[in-house]
Each structure stands twice: as structure tokens, then as C-alpha cells.
């Protein structure tokens, strides 16, 4: 298993901006899909962006394209998912999550959360209006 650690979650106002961060632990020199995912109560996780080693390769749901943006900085082992015009609807628990290393790059996506191995703790962003 590979440790992942989110942090950058909290609170602000619809239409405000955060970015979450996941440092993963031997990410530099691996090939593999990272992802974010969130789960709001009540409701089942959900893919939110995933990226490919590299940043050649993304993948956003729907809802949050144009205003989500994942990258990742190999040389300090960070993925990154920056949230900008936030709405009360993205307000869940985010949880960065590694793929198992068999992923290709071009089906690497939200939709299957369990070709993902490892995940963090989660980190709480709450929207208010």
C-alpha cells in the first residue's frame, strides 16, 4: 500500500476557491492513475477527477469541468485538485486515491472507484451559500 495524506479542505462561500493536496509516498518515478473522489452524506462516492502520471491524460465528471483542475508534481509527490467556483453541491468529504498500477492511461477515470488501491483519510470541504 502506498500512504496517501490529503489536506486543503475546509470552509468557504459558493462561488470561492480552495485546493486540496495529496502527498503519496513514492510517487515520483511510478506510472500510475491518481484520482479524487468525494462522497456527500447520504449519497455514494463518486469520481470527481482522476490524471495519469505525467498530466497528459485527465478526467473530470461532468458537473465540475471548467471549474476543477487535477495536476500533480511528481518531484515532491504531490497531486493536486484545484476547486474553483464552488457551489453548496460540492460540499463532501474528498479523499485522493492511487490507482493499482495496472490502469492505462486512456481508461483511466472515476467511473470504477475499485481499480483504486489506496486511499487517504479524507479531507472535509463544505460550500456554503
Known amino acids: 500500500q502506498v500512504p496517501l495524506v490529503e489536506s486543503g479542505g475546509g470552509s468557504v462561500q459558493a462561488g470561492g476557491s480552495l485546493r486540496l493536496s495529496c502527498v503519496v509516498s513514492g510517487y515520483k518515478g511510478s506510472t500510475n492513475c491518481m484520482g479524487w473522489f468525494r462522497q456527500a452524506p447520504g449519497k455514494e462516492r463518486e469520481g470527481v477527477a482522476t490524471?495519469?502520471?505525467?498530466?497528459?491524460?485527465?478526467w473530470y465528471r461532468d458537473s465540475v469541468k471548467g471549474r476543477f483542475t487535477i495536476s500533480q508534481d511528481s518531484a515532491i509527490d504531490t497531486m493536486f485538485l484545484q476547486m474553483d467556483l464552488l457551489t453548496p453541491d460540492d460540499t463532501a468529504m474528498y479523499y485522493c486515491a492511487a490507482g493499482d498500477g495496472l490502469v492505462l492511461p486512456t481508461t483511466c477515470t472515476g467511473y470504477y472507484s475499485d481499480d483504486f488501491a489506496d486511499w487517504g483519510q479524507g479531507t472535509q470541504v463544505t460550500v456554503s451559500s
Open positions: 490524471i495519469f502520471t505525467g498530466g497528459t491524460s485527465t
